[in-house]
Structures are given as structure tokens and as C-alpha cells.
């Protein structure tokens, strides 16, 4: 009996090492201290793409929130693993796929652009992972998605909010709006057309091609309609190309775009002072300097101090995403739908916002912010209800 209660013993003690490595955990080198496990948390968008600009910095964010959180020997640590899609749809699916199925990943933050994030939803969907993305498109909010968040407002609201702030701020009898008939980019540009036929401007619109280079037939019509205004819906590379072909083609009313073209890429494409004057429209804060509030210059010191470089467009904002799921973690949810419970009740103060959900996956709050280029940087103008141009 006594060699029979000693071997049930061995296996007892056996099978509980065994459970404790499928947990994932690792001694915290208390000897026999907590038990700690890691979880994977994923980042995907263009990182090396010709629109990578306004998603490195998003990325960095990100990485920065998640050090940081690692920093304190958390219980569970979060391993961020990172996917470029380089913002095309096709890759974006594959990548997802991986994600699932073979990274097994708790969470993900994106993707970053409104194409592949129509094509990765349903994926996140089916595999019941929870995300927290930057796209903007507004249709991305109307899927039903029980699984999808944003972290700030979405095309409707930015779309109407430049369209209105060209309207007052500039008034235009005619503008004329072009869009590459991308997801994003037409959704956009519809916006901002409603808004300035709401306030009584006469609209001319016309398409690109997004994978062309040559743009003289947009450019021949717009030189035709002379307005007082022209809005591109799209990304800063296609954007910047636009705008060159169009000073050099003699028409120089003032230019504006969306959060797509809110990079130094827009003016490096458009070459020379071709960008002096143009205005870009977000629903972001780029607060370089972090003069805004306490939290935003804590966080841009950081940030600083981390990648060498001032905060860009969508640094804060990855930040706040990572914050969500970190917070969602921080209560020892390690499995995603517990995570994805946990996100739906999310009301933390954040860098830009208070980070807090609608039952939509959508933002409780948020604004639109103008800037404008000068060489190849920009400045802050205002929110887009209250800006003056000068």
C-alpha cells in the first residue's frame, strides 16, 4: 500500500507540472513563488508600405504601452507580435489567418487601414478575437461585429467635420473632392461631399487611380471647374503626387485632405513648397510637444525618449489601444472573449480621449482637428469646428 500511495503521489505531482506548462507560465524566481503567464497580442498594418509613415508611429505606441506594462512584473505579461500587411487586403487575410490558427493570439490591434479591415473582420469574427483598430471607414461599424472596436470616430463624423470647416472657414462657391475609390478614400470623400452640398456648395468630383502615377485627365478637369476648394480622400503617397501634378499644372487653390495625408509624406511627394498651405483633417491629436494636457506631455517625453523622434499621427492613439487591452488583461483575463468582456466595459482616462466603447464597437467620444503643412511639417490649427485659416 505504502509503494502504492508513493507512485500516486509521483503522478499526481506529474500531472499538475504538466498543467501548469500548458498555462503558459513561468516561475517568477521566488522559488515557488506566483505563477505568471504570457499572452500574444497582435499589431498588424503597412510597416514597410509607401503609407507606412502614419502606422510606424501608431505601432510605436503601441510597443510603448506594452513595455511599459511589462516593466511592472505583471502576473501576465503581453508578447506583441507584429504583422505587415503593408495595407494590402490580400496579405491582410493571410496574415490573420497565421494569427489565429498558428501565432494564437489573444487580441489584435488593427488592422490599420479600412480596405483590410473589411476583409479581416469577419476573420477576427469567426475566431472570436477582439480588435481595436484605427480605421476609419463608417460602414465598418454597421457589420454587427461583436468582436470589433475603434478608437476614435470614424469617417461620418471626420468626413463632416472638414467638410464643414471648408465651408465655413474658406467659403467656397465650388470645390471640387477626388478619391481613389478605395474603401476609406470614397467613403471619406462622400462625407465631406454631403457636408458641403449641406451648406450650399457646388461639388465636382472625379476618381484616380490609386496604383497610377499619371493624373492629368483629374487635373484637366479640375483646372476646368476653377473652384475655391479641392478635398482628396485617400493616403498621403497618392496624395502627394496629386498635389505636385496639380501646381505644376498652374492651379493653385488651397488643397486639403483626411487623416490619410496627415504625414510628411504629403509634402516630400508634392515636392518643393508644392504643400505650403495644405490642410489635413483628423480625428487625432498630434500634440509633438505634449502641451495639451499632463498625460500627453508625459507621454510625448516618453515617447521621445524611447524612439528618438517627436510622437506623429496615431502615436497616442496606439498608446490608448494598447491601454484597452492592457486594462482588460490587468484584471487576469488571458483568454479573448474574457478579454473581449472586458473591453466593453473599458472607462479608463487615456492619452487622448476617455477609453470607453459603444455597444458598436465605436468610440464614446472624440474630435476633429485641422493642420496645416509648411515645408514638411504641420501645425495644429484647432478643432475643425472653431479653426480659422489665415
Not at 72 to 88: A, C, F, M, N, R
Not at 155 to 179: C, M, N, Y
Request: aromatic share 8%.
Amino acid at each position: 500500500m505504502q509503494r502504492a500511495f508513493s507512485l500516486g503521489l509521483m503522478v499526481a505531482a506529474a500531472a499538475s507540472t504538466l498543467v501548469l506548462s500548458a498555462c503558459g507560465g513561468d516561475d517568477d524566481g521566488g522559488g515557488g513563488g506566483n505563477q505568471r503567464t504570457t499572452v500574444k497580442l497582435g499589431f498588424m498594418g503597412d510597416l514597410t508600405g509607401e503609407n507606412s509613415g502614419i502606422v510606424i508611429p501608431h505601432r510605436n505606441g503601441v510597443q510603448m504601452a506594452v513595455d511599459e506594462y511589462n516593466a511592472t512584473s505583471p502576473e501576465t505579461k503581453i508578447e506583441l507580435l507584429p504583422y505587415d500587411s503593408q495595407g494590402v487586403p490580400e496579405q491582410a487575410t493571410a496574415l490573420a489567418q497565421q494569427a489565429i490558427n498558428q501565432d494564437k493570439i489573444v487580441g489584435l490591434i488593427g488592422p490599420a487601414f479600412s480596405g483590410e479591415s473589411q476583409q479581416v473582420g469577419p476573420i477576427l469574427e469567426e475566431g472570436k478575437i477582439p480588435s481595436v483598430t484605427i480605421a476609419t471607414n463608417a460602414t465598418l461599424a454597421e457589420k454587427g461585429w461583436k468582436y470589433w472596436h475603434r478608437i476614435l470616430p470614424g469617417d461620418r463624423i471626420q468626413g463632416t467635420g472638414i467638410g464643414e470647416f471648408i465651408a465655413r472657414a474658406l467659403s467656397p462657391r465650388k470645390a471640387f473632392v477626388i478619391h481613389d475609390n478605395q474603401d476609406y478614400s470614397k467613403g471619406l470623400a462622400d462625407f465631406v461631399t454631403q457636408a458641403l452640398k449641406g451648406k450650399g456648395v457646388t461639388v465636382e468630383t472625379d476618381v484616380i487611380d490609386p496604383k497610377g502615377s499619371d493624373y492629368s485627365s483629374t487635373v484637366n478637369k479640375v483646372k476646368s471647374a476653377a473652384p475655391q476648394a479641392i478635398f482628396y480622400g485617400g493616403y498621403y503617397a497618392e496624395g502627394g503626387r496629386l498635389l505636385k501634378q496639380l501646381r505644376e499644372a498652374g492651379v493653385t487653390v488651397r488643397f486639403l485632405s483626411g487623416d490619410g495625408s496627415l504625414d510628411a509624406g504629403l509634402a516630400k511627394g508634392a515636392g518643393g513648397t508644392n504643400a505650403d498651405g495644405a490642410i489635413v483633417g483628423c480625428p487625432c491629436l498630434v500634440d509633438p510637444t505634449g502641451e495639451s494636457n499632463e498625460k500627453s506631455k508625459k507621454f510625448a517625453t516618453a515617447y521621445k525618449a524611447k524612439f528618438n523622434t517627436a510622437p506623429a499621427t496615431y502615436a497616442a492613439e496606439g498608446y490608448d489601444a494598447a491601454t484597452a487591452f492592457i486594462e482588460a488583461i490587468k484584471t487576469g483575463n488571458s483568454d479573448a472573449e474574457k478579454i473581449n468582456t472586458a473591453l466593453s466595459t473599458t472607462d479608463v482616462a487615456g492619452v487622448t480621449k476617455q477609453i470607453k466603447f459603444g455597444s458598436n464597437g465605436e468610440p464614446a467620444g472624440g474630435d476633429i482637428f485641422v493642420y496645416q503643412f509648411k515645408g514638411q511639417a504641420y501645425s495644429l490649427l484647432g478643432r475643425a469646428r472653431e479653426a480659422t485659416v489665415s
